[in-house]
Protein backbone atom coordinates (compact mmCIF):
# COMPACT_ATOMS: atom_id res chain seq x y z
CA UNK A 1 0.00 0.00 0.00
CA UNK A 2 1.83 3.30 -0.84
CA UNK A 3 2.41 5.38 2.02
CA UNK A 4 1.45 8.91 0.30
CA UNK A 5 -2.67 7.99 0.53
CA UNK A 6 -4.62 11.15 1.96
CA UNK A 7 -5.99 10.68 5.16
CA UNK A 8 -9.57 10.55 4.17
CA UNK A 9 -8.63 7.17 2.15
CA UNK A 10 -6.63 5.37 4.96
CA UNK A 11 -9.79 6.07 6.82
CA UNK A 12 -11.91 4.86 4.22
CA UNK A 13 -9.62 1.77 3.63
CA UNK A 14 -9.76 0.51 7.48
CA UNK A 15 -13.73 0.76 6.96
CA UNK A 16 -13.59 -1.29 3.93
CA UNK A 17 -11.50 -4.09 5.92
CA UNK A 18 -13.81 -4.07 8.50
CA UNK A 19 -16.74 -4.25 6.57
CA UNK A 20 -18.77 -7.61 6.46
CA UNK A 21 -21.74 -7.89 4.61
CA UNK A 22 -21.07 -7.91 1.03
CA UNK A 23 -23.49 -4.80 0.13
CA UNK A 24 -21.14 -3.03 2.58
CA UNK A 25 -18.05 -4.31 1.27
CA UNK A 26 -18.86 -3.25 -2.23
CA UNK A 27 -20.27 0.34 -0.92
CA UNK A 28 -16.81 0.68 1.11
CA UNK A 29 -14.73 -0.29 -1.59
CA UNK A 30 -16.01 1.69 -4.30
CA UNK A 31 -15.79 4.95 -1.63
CA UNK A 32 -11.91 3.91 -1.27
CA UNK A 33 -11.54 3.78 -4.93
CA UNK A 34 -13.21 7.12 -5.39
CA UNK A 35 -10.66 8.70 -2.80
CA UNK A 36 -7.26 7.37 -4.25
CA UNK A 37 -5.58 9.81 -6.17
CA UNK A 38 -5.12 9.44 -10.36
CA UNK A 39 -1.52 9.31 -10.92
CA UNK A 40 1.38 6.69 -12.27
CA UNK A 41 2.25 6.12 -8.81
CA UNK A 42 -1.59 4.72 -8.08
CA UNK A 43 -2.40 3.37 -10.95
CA UNK A 44 -1.20 -0.67 -10.02
CA UNK A 45 -3.47 -0.02 -6.48
CA UNK A 46 -6.68 1.50 -8.10
CA UNK A 47 -6.40 -1.48 -11.03
CA UNK A 48 -5.89 -3.92 -8.39
CA UNK A 49 -9.27 -2.69 -6.51
CA UNK A 50 -11.10 -2.17 -9.32
CA UNK A 51 -10.56 -5.76 -10.46
CA UNK A 52 -11.57 -6.78 -6.50
CA UNK A 53 -14.84 -4.84 -6.72
CA UNK A 54 -15.76 -6.26 -9.63
CA UNK A 55 -15.27 -9.84 -8.09
CA UNK A 56 -17.49 -8.77 -5.04
CA UNK A 57 -20.10 -7.65 -7.70
CA UNK A 58 -20.44 -10.32 -9.22
CA UNK A 59 -20.21 -13.16 -6.42
CA UNK A 60 -23.26 -10.52 -5.15
CA UNK A 61 -25.12 -11.00 -8.43
CA UNK A 62 -24.66 -14.78 -8.21
CA UNK A 63 -26.42 -14.13 -4.26
CA UNK A 64 -29.29 -12.34 -6.16
CA UNK A 65 -29.80 -15.39 -8.22
CA UNK A 66 -30.83 -17.33 -5.26
CA UNK A 67 -33.40 -14.86 -4.06
CA UNK A 68 -35.25 -14.39 -6.92
CA UNK A 69 -36.02 -18.04 -7.06
CA UNK A 70 -37.78 -16.85 -4.01
CA UNK A 71 -39.41 -14.25 -5.88
CA UNK A 72 -41.51 -16.34 -7.65
CA UNK A 73 -43.36 -16.52 -4.00
CA UNK A 74 -43.45 -12.32 -4.89
CA UNK A 75 -46.22 -11.87 -7.09
CA UNK A 76 -47.58 -8.28 -8.32
CA UNK A 77 -50.99 -7.80 -8.10
CA UNK A 78 -52.56 -7.19 -10.75
CA UNK A 79 -56.43 -6.72 -12.05
CA UNK A 80 -59.68 -6.19 -9.24
CA UNK A 81 -57.79 -7.86 -6.60
CA UNK A 82 -54.87 -11.09 -5.36
CA UNK A 83 -56.64 -13.58 -4.39
CA UNK A 84 -54.91 -17.08 -3.08
CA UNK A 85 -56.20 -20.55 -2.92
CA UNK A 86 -54.30 -21.99 -0.19
CA UNK A 87 -54.74 -25.72 1.74
CA UNK A 88 -53.77 -29.50 2.18
CA UNK A 89 -52.23 -31.43 -0.94
CA UNK A 90 -54.26 -33.05 -3.33
CA UNK A 91 -57.21 -30.72 -2.65
CA UNK A 92 -57.64 -29.50 -5.90
CA UNK A 93 -56.50 -26.20 -5.46
CA UNK A 94 -54.19 -26.07 -9.06
CA UNK A 95 -57.45 -28.05 -10.57
CA UNK A 96 -59.74 -25.02 -9.40
CA UNK A 97 -56.65 -22.40 -10.87
CA UNK A 98 -56.68 -24.27 -14.08
CA UNK A 99 -60.37 -23.65 -14.42
CA UNK A 100 -61.14 -20.47 -13.34
CA UNK A 101 -57.94 -18.72 -15.37
CA UNK A 102 -55.74 -19.03 -18.56
CA UNK A 103 -53.07 -20.16 -16.26
CA UNK A 104 -52.54 -23.94 -16.57
CA UNK A 105 -50.80 -25.29 -13.32
CA UNK A 106 -50.02 -28.89 -13.26
CA UNK A 107 -52.93 -30.98 -12.06
CA UNK A 108 -51.86 -34.52 -10.67
CA UNK A 109 -53.16 -37.68 -8.35
CA UNK A 110 -50.54 -37.87 -6.66
CA UNK A 111 -49.59 -35.44 -3.30
CA UNK A 112 -47.01 -32.63 -3.34
CA UNK A 113 -47.54 -31.63 -7.15
CA UNK A 114 -47.28 -27.92 -6.93
CA UNK A 115 -44.30 -26.44 -5.74
CA UNK A 116 -44.04 -22.78 -6.54
CA UNK A 117 -47.43 -20.70 -7.01
CA UNK A 118 -48.82 -19.87 -10.21
CA UNK A 119 -51.08 -16.68 -10.75
CA UNK A 120 -53.76 -16.09 -13.38
CA UNK A 121 -56.58 -14.02 -14.57
CA UNK A 122 -59.99 -15.01 -14.11
CA UNK A 123 -62.94 -12.80 -15.36
CA UNK A 124 -65.82 -12.08 -13.57
CA UNK A 125 -68.19 -9.80 -15.51
CA UNK A 126 -66.41 -7.06 -17.05
CA UNK A 127 -63.06 -7.06 -14.35
CA UNK A 128 -60.50 -9.76 -14.34
CA UNK A 129 -59.26 -10.96 -10.66
CA UNK A 130 -55.88 -12.52 -9.74
CA UNK A 131 -56.30 -15.99 -9.15
CA UNK A 132 -52.67 -17.65 -7.47
CA UNK A 133 -52.54 -21.78 -6.89
CA UNK A 134 -50.41 -22.22 -4.48
CA UNK A 135 -47.82 -25.29 -3.22
CA UNK A 136 -49.51 -27.17 -0.30
CA UNK A 137 -49.79 -25.72 3.47
CA UNK A 138 -48.50 -28.38 5.04
CA UNK A 139 -47.17 -28.48 9.29
CA UNK A 140 -43.98 -30.78 8.17
CA UNK A 141 -42.60 -27.72 5.92
CA UNK A 142 -44.06 -24.42 6.10
CA UNK A 143 -42.27 -22.16 3.72
CA UNK A 144 -41.82 -18.55 5.25
CA UNK A 145 -42.38 -16.94 1.76
CA UNK A 146 -45.76 -18.57 1.28
CA UNK A 147 -46.53 -17.37 4.12
CA UNK A 148 -45.97 -13.71 3.08
CA UNK A 149 -47.63 -13.92 -0.26
CA UNK A 150 -50.56 -15.20 1.66
CA UNK A 151 -50.07 -11.80 4.07
CA UNK A 152 -49.89 -9.84 1.12
CA UNK A 153 -53.24 -11.05 -0.55
CA UNK A 154 -56.72 -9.31 -0.17
CA UNK A 155 -58.73 -12.88 -0.07
CA UNK A 156 -57.90 -16.38 1.32
CA UNK A 157 -59.81 -19.29 -0.75
CA UNK A 158 -59.25 -22.66 1.77
CA UNK A 159 -59.89 -25.53 -0.30
CA UNK A 160 -60.83 -28.57 1.39
CA UNK A 161 -61.78 -32.11 -0.36
CA UNK A 162 -65.23 -33.04 0.17
CA UNK A 163 -64.23 -36.45 -0.51
CA UNK A 164 -61.69 -36.78 2.18
CA UNK A 165 -62.48 -35.78 5.78
CA UNK A 166 -62.60 -32.15 5.10
CA UNK A 167 -63.19 -30.80 8.81
CA UNK A 168 -59.72 -32.19 9.18
CA UNK A 169 -58.19 -30.54 6.17
CA UNK A 170 -59.92 -27.10 7.39
CA UNK A 171 -59.27 -27.31 11.18
CA UNK A 172 -55.34 -28.00 10.32
CA UNK A 173 -55.11 -25.40 7.39
CA UNK A 174 -57.01 -22.20 10.53
CA UNK A 175 -54.47 -23.60 13.18
CA UNK A 176 -51.34 -23.16 11.20
CA UNK A 177 -52.30 -20.02 9.52
CA UNK A 178 -53.10 -18.89 12.59
CA UNK A 179 -49.56 -19.97 14.47
CA UNK A 180 -47.93 -17.76 11.48
CA UNK A 181 -50.33 -14.86 12.52
CA UNK A 182 -53.04 -15.25 9.44
CA UNK A 183 -56.26 -15.18 11.07
CA UNK A 184 -59.62 -14.76 9.57
CA UNK A 185 -60.77 -10.91 9.24
CA UNK A 186 -64.36 -12.13 10.97
CA UNK A 187 -62.26 -12.88 13.63
CA UNK A 188 -60.90 -9.72 13.98
CA UNK A 189 -62.61 -8.16 17.40
CA UNK A 190 -61.63 -11.28 18.95
CA UNK A 191 -58.30 -11.21 18.06
CA UNK A 192 -58.12 -7.72 19.43
CA UNK A 193 -55.53 -7.65 21.90
CA UNK A 194 -52.88 -9.88 20.35
CA UNK A 195 -50.30 -7.67 18.41
CA UNK A 196 -48.89 -8.18 14.90
CA UNK A 197 -51.62 -10.09 13.33
CA UNK A 198 -52.77 -9.96 9.60
CA UNK A 199 -56.64 -10.28 9.35
CA UNK A 200 -57.74 -11.40 5.45
CA UNK A 201 -60.93 -12.18 4.77
CA UNK A 202 -61.29 -16.20 4.27
CA UNK A 203 -63.67 -18.13 2.31
CA UNK A 204 -64.04 -22.10 2.20
CA UNK A 205 -64.39 -24.31 -0.92
CA UNK A 206 -65.64 -27.46 -0.76
CA UNK A 207 -63.87 -29.17 -3.66
CA UNK A 208 -65.10 -32.45 -5.17
CA UNK A 209 -68.55 -32.01 -4.92
CA UNK A 210 -68.71 -33.22 -8.56
CA UNK A 211 -72.95 -33.78 -8.52
CA UNK A 212 -75.41 -34.22 -6.48
CA UNK A 213 -74.35 -37.54 -4.90
CA UNK A 214 -71.95 -35.60 -2.28
CA UNK A 215 -74.40 -32.89 -0.93
CA UNK A 216 -74.90 -34.99 1.81
CA UNK A 217 -71.37 -34.78 2.27
CA UNK A 218 -71.47 -31.24 2.04
CA UNK A 219 -74.67 -30.84 4.47
CA UNK A 220 -72.54 -32.61 6.99
CA UNK A 221 -69.69 -31.03 6.55
CA UNK A 222 -71.69 -27.64 6.92
CA UNK A 223 -73.26 -29.02 10.54
CA UNK A 224 -69.76 -29.49 12.06
CA UNK A 225 -68.77 -26.67 10.94
CA UNK A 226 -71.25 -24.67 12.95
CA UNK A 227 -70.53 -26.34 15.67
CA UNK A 228 -67.07 -24.31 16.72
CA UNK A 229 -67.13 -20.56 15.89
CA UNK A 230 -63.57 -20.40 15.04
CA UNK A 231 -64.06 -23.25 11.69
CA UNK A 232 -67.67 -21.45 10.83
CA UNK A 233 -66.68 -20.12 7.77
CA UNK A 234 -68.60 -18.63 4.58
CA UNK A 235 -68.41 -21.70 2.32
CA UNK A 236 -69.61 -23.20 -0.57
CA UNK A 237 -69.42 -26.42 -2.65
CA UNK A 238 -67.52 -26.34 -5.49
CA UNK A 239 -66.04 -28.78 -8.08
CA UNK A 240 -62.87 -28.05 -10.91
CA UNK A 241 -63.77 -31.34 -12.70
CA UNK A 242 -67.44 -31.02 -13.26
CA UNK A 243 -67.50 -27.34 -12.84
CA UNK A 244 -70.45 -27.29 -10.48
CA UNK A 245 -70.77 -23.82 -9.03
CA UNK A 246 -67.61 -22.39 -10.40
CA UNK A 247 -70.04 -19.17 -12.01
CA UNK A 248 -71.68 -18.99 -7.94
CA UNK A 249 -68.06 -18.94 -7.26
CA UNK A 250 -66.72 -15.93 -9.33
CA UNK A 251 -69.31 -13.60 -7.54
CA UNK A 252 -68.63 -14.65 -4.15
CA UNK A 253 -64.95 -13.50 -5.09
CA UNK A 254 -66.17 -10.32 -6.02
CA UNK A 255 -68.27 -10.01 -3.27
CA UNK A 256 -65.67 -10.97 -0.82
CA UNK A 257 -63.21 -8.63 -2.32
CA UNK A 258 -65.79 -5.45 -0.86
CA UNK A 259 -65.37 -3.56 -4.55
CA UNK A 260 -67.40 -1.74 -6.76
CA UNK A 261 -67.00 -0.84 -10.35
CA UNK A 262 -67.62 2.71 -11.42
CA UNK A 263 -67.14 3.85 -15.61
CA UNK A 264 -66.22 7.34 -16.33
CA UNK A 265 -67.65 9.70 -18.95
CA UNK A 266 -66.43 12.65 -20.12
CA UNK A 267 -68.89 15.79 -20.65
CA UNK A 268 -70.63 15.36 -23.56
CA UNK A 269 -69.92 11.98 -24.81
CA UNK A 270 -71.06 8.74 -24.08
CA UNK A 271 -69.54 6.58 -21.10
CA UNK A 272 -66.70 4.02 -21.39
CA UNK A 273 -67.92 0.81 -20.43
CA UNK A 274 -65.55 -1.40 -21.24
CA UNK A 275 -63.16 -0.39 -18.77
CA UNK A 276 -64.38 0.05 -15.29
CA UNK A 277 -62.46 1.75 -12.17
CA UNK A 278 -61.95 -0.56 -9.51
CA UNK A 279 -62.75 1.02 -6.30
CA UNK A 280 -63.36 -0.59 -2.79
CA UNK A 281 -66.44 -0.15 -1.09
CA UNK A 282 -67.71 2.80 0.41
CA UNK A 283 -65.27 4.67 -1.85
CA UNK A 284 -66.08 8.57 -2.64
CA UNK A 285 -66.09 11.04 -5.70
CA UNK A 286 -63.06 12.51 -4.89
CA UNK A 287 -61.12 9.21 -4.29
CA UNK A 288 -62.56 7.66 -8.01
CA UNK A 289 -61.60 11.22 -9.41
CA UNK A 290 -58.01 10.48 -7.69
CA UNK A 291 -57.45 7.25 -9.50
CA UNK A 292 -58.57 8.93 -13.15
CA UNK A 293 -56.06 11.47 -12.39
CA UNK A 294 -54.26 13.41 -9.97
CA UNK A 295 -55.61 16.64 -11.75
CA UNK A 296 -58.91 15.66 -11.44
CA UNK A 297 -58.39 14.92 -7.64
CA UNK A 298 -56.86 18.63 -7.60
CA UNK A 299 -59.17 20.54 -9.54
CA UNK A 300 -62.86 18.37 -9.16
CA UNK A 301 -65.31 21.74 -9.84
CA UNK A 302 -68.35 19.57 -9.93
CA UNK A 303 -69.79 15.44 -10.78
CA UNK A 304 -72.92 14.26 -12.24
CA UNK A 305 -73.69 10.84 -11.36
CA UNK A 306 -75.73 8.62 -12.58
CA UNK A 307 -76.82 5.41 -10.80
CA UNK A 308 -78.72 3.26 -8.30
CA UNK A 309 -78.19 6.16 -5.25
CA UNK A 310 -78.89 9.35 -6.85
CA UNK A 311 -82.75 10.67 -7.23
CA UNK A 312 -82.33 11.43 -11.06
CA UNK A 313 -79.75 10.11 -13.61
CA UNK A 314 -76.83 13.14 -14.15
CA UNK A 315 -77.62 14.15 -10.86
CA UNK A 316 -74.70 17.12 -9.40
CA UNK A 317 -72.96 15.30 -6.07
CA UNK A 318 -70.32 16.65 -3.90
CA UNK A 319 -67.00 15.10 -3.17
CA UNK A 320 -67.47 12.61 -0.52
CA UNK A 321 -70.61 11.73 -2.39
CA UNK A 322 -70.27 8.04 -1.82
CA UNK A 323 -70.78 5.80 -5.16
CA UNK A 324 -72.14 2.56 -5.67
CA UNK A 325 -71.34 -0.41 -8.21
CA UNK A 326 -71.85 0.26 -11.54
CA UNK A 327 -72.26 4.19 -11.49
CA UNK A 328 -71.39 6.49 -14.45
CA UNK A 329 -69.66 9.65 -13.30
CA UNK A 330 -68.85 12.39 -15.31
CA UNK A 331 -66.01 14.93 -13.65
CA UNK A 332 -65.16 18.71 -14.56
CA UNK A 333 -62.55 20.74 -13.37
N1 LIG B 1 -63.39 -35.78 -8.45
C1 LIG B 1 -62.72 -34.65 -8.45
N2 LIG B 1 -61.36 -34.68 -8.51
C2 LIG B 1 -60.70 -33.51 -8.51
C3 LIG B 1 -61.37 -32.26 -8.44
N3 LIG B 1 -60.44 -31.29 -8.42
C4 LIG B 1 -59.24 -31.90 -8.49
N4 LIG B 1 -59.40 -33.24 -8.54
C5 LIG B 1 -58.34 -34.25 -8.62
O1 LIG B 1 -57.60 -34.24 -7.40
C6 LIG B 1 -56.21 -34.47 -7.66
C7 LIG B 1 -55.37 -33.36 -7.11
O2 LIG B 1 -55.64 -32.17 -7.80
P1 LIG B 1 -54.61 -30.93 -7.81
O3 LIG B 1 -55.32 -29.79 -8.45
O4 LIG B 1 -53.32 -31.34 -8.35
O5 LIG B 1 -54.51 -30.71 -6.23
P2 LIG B 1 -53.65 -29.62 -5.46
O6 LIG B 1 -54.45 -29.14 -4.30
O7 LIG B 1 -53.15 -28.58 -6.40
O8 LIG B 1 -52.44 -30.51 -4.91
P3 LIG B 1 -50.93 -30.01 -4.51
O9 LIG B 1 -50.36 -29.31 -5.68
O10 LIG B 1 -50.22 -31.26 -4.17
O11 LIG B 1 -51.09 -29.13 -3.33
C8 LIG B 1 -56.09 -34.62 -9.19
O12 LIG B 1 -56.11 -36.00 -9.51
C9 LIG B 1 -57.34 -33.95 -9.72
O13 LIG B 1 -57.76 -34.46 -10.96
C10 LIG B 1 -62.81 -32.28 -8.39
O14 LIG B 1 -63.49 -31.25 -8.34
N5 LIG B 1 -63.41 -33.50 -8.41
MG1 LIG C 1 -51.30 -28.08 -6.94
Same mark, same amino acid.
Given at each position: ????????????????????????? /? *?? #? @? &??????????????? %??? =???????LKASSQVR???????????????????????????????????????????????????WAPTPGMM??????????????????????????????????????????????????? /? *?? #? @? &??????????????? %??? =?????????????????????????????????ETDCPLLP????????????????????????????????????????????????????????????????????????????????????????????????
Amino acid at each position: MPTNLPPEAIEAEKRYRAARSPAEK /I *AC #L @E &EFIGLIPKHKGTDKL %RAN =LRRRLSKLKASSQVRKGVSTRDSAFRINKEGAGQVVLVGPTNVGKSALVAALTNATPQVAPSPYTTWAPTPGMMPVEDIQVQLIDTPPLDREYVKPELMNLIRRSDLILLVVDLQTDPLQQLEDT /I *AL #L @E &EYRIVPRRLQDRYAD %RPR =LTFIPLFVLANKNDDETFDENFEIFCELLKENSETDCPLLPVSATTGRNLERLKQVVFEQLEIIRVYSKAPGKEPDLDAPFVLKKGSTVAEFAGKVHQDFYENLKSARVWGSATLYDGQMVRRDHVLQDGDVVELRI
